[in-house]
């Protein structure tokens, strides 16, 4: 019988997607299920689809073997680490993939906010809705562990840190910038499906040769 593919989402944070282990270092599964019962805090949103299994680990000390993972989703994580922590992130994703294994990466781009903040205070008008919305892009929503933003990006940063990381980014990495209002790539998971970017983000797929 042929083996299941092994797919990760790491970062998952309180919804855990069918199909997947679900990789989150701020909770364990008893607090998840904890969560979903009060809804409180952090766990409005909190979800475990059918079929969804989890383990608690950080993205740079994965518990996965070398070479065993077949794909990893990763959407608007990375922007939560310590920025000791990104080129190491980018090493251990690289490590648990099988050859011909793809990640997906999302992250804000940090220059399109940092332009969207300049509008924001050339503006006439004080736009209160709008300062909550920025202060969020830029610093995280705030309302639970790990859900605060620590690290600006831009492609040509996370080019350099793939790099040092070991990643040949002529043949492993396609790095593509979305702007606000673009479609959204669907991806293994359904994420993205109808869906359209509320701000600008980079998208890193990274195939392991």
Same mark, same amino acid.
């Given at each position: 019988?042929?083996?299941?593919?092994?797919?990760?989402?790491?970062?998952?944070?309180?919804?855990?997607?069918?199909?997947?282990?679900?990789? #989150?270092?701020?909770?364990?599964?008893?607090?998840?299920?904890?969560?979903?019962?009060?809804?409180?805090?952090? @766990?409005?949103?909190?979800?475990?689809?059918?079929?969804?299994?989890?383990?608690?680990?950080?993205?740079?000390?994965?518990?996965?073997?070398?070479?065993?993972?077949?794909?990893?989703?990763?959407?608007?994580?990375?922007?939560?680490?310590?920025?000791?922590?990104?080129?190491?992130?980018?090493?251990?994703?690289?490590?648990?993939?099988?050859?011909?294994?793809?990640?997906?990466?999302? &992250?804000? #781009?940090? &220059?399109?906010?940092?332009?969207?903040?300049?509008?924001?205070?050339?503006?006439?008008?004080?736009?209160?809705?709008?300062?909550?919305?920025?202060?969020?892009?830029?610093?995280?929503?705030?309302?639970?562990?790990?859900?605060?933003?620590?690290?600006?990006?831009?492609?040509?940063?996370?080019?350099?840190?793939?790099?040092?990381?070991?990643? #040949?980014?002529?043949?492993?990495?396609?790095?593509?910038? @979305?702007?606000?209002?673009?479609?959204?790539?669907?991806?293994?998971?359904?994420?993205?499906?109808?869906?359209?970017?509320?701000? #600008?983000?980079?998208?890193?797929?990274?195939?392991?040769?």
């Amino acid at each position: 019988m042929k083996n299941k593919p092994l797919w990760l989402n790491i970062g998952s944070g309180v919804h855990l997607l069918k199909n997947f282990v679900n990789v #989150d270092p701020f909770m364990s599964l008893a607090e998840l299920k904890k969560g979903i019962k009060t809804k409180k805090g952090w @766990y409005q949103n909190a979800k475990i689809e059918p079929g969804a299994t989890f383990c608690k680990a950080s993205i740079t000390a994965l518990p996965q073997k070398t070479g065993t993972v077949d794909y990893i989703e990763s959407c608007a994580m990375l922007e939560h680490l310590p920025l000791a922590e990104v080129v190491p992130a980018f090493t251990e994703v690289r490590r648990v993939l099988k050859s011909g294994g793809t990640a997906i990466i999302t &992250t804000p #781009d940090f &220059t399109g906010g940092a332009k969207s903040w300049l509008e924001f205070e050339a503006a006439d008008h004080l736009d209160i809705d709008r300062y909550v919305y920025l202060s969020q892009l830029t610093y995280g929503n705030q309302v639970g562990p790990g859900e605060y933003h620590r690290v600006p990006f831009s492609p040509r940063v996370l080019g350099y840190m793939l790099l040092t990381a070991g990643w #040949d980014l002529d043949k492993e990495v396609k790095m593509t910038l @979305y702007p606000t209002n673009s479609v959204h790539p669907k991806l293994k998971s359904g994420r993205g499906k109808g869906q359209f970017f509320i701000n #600008d983000t980079i998208v890193m797929e990274l195939t392991k040769k």
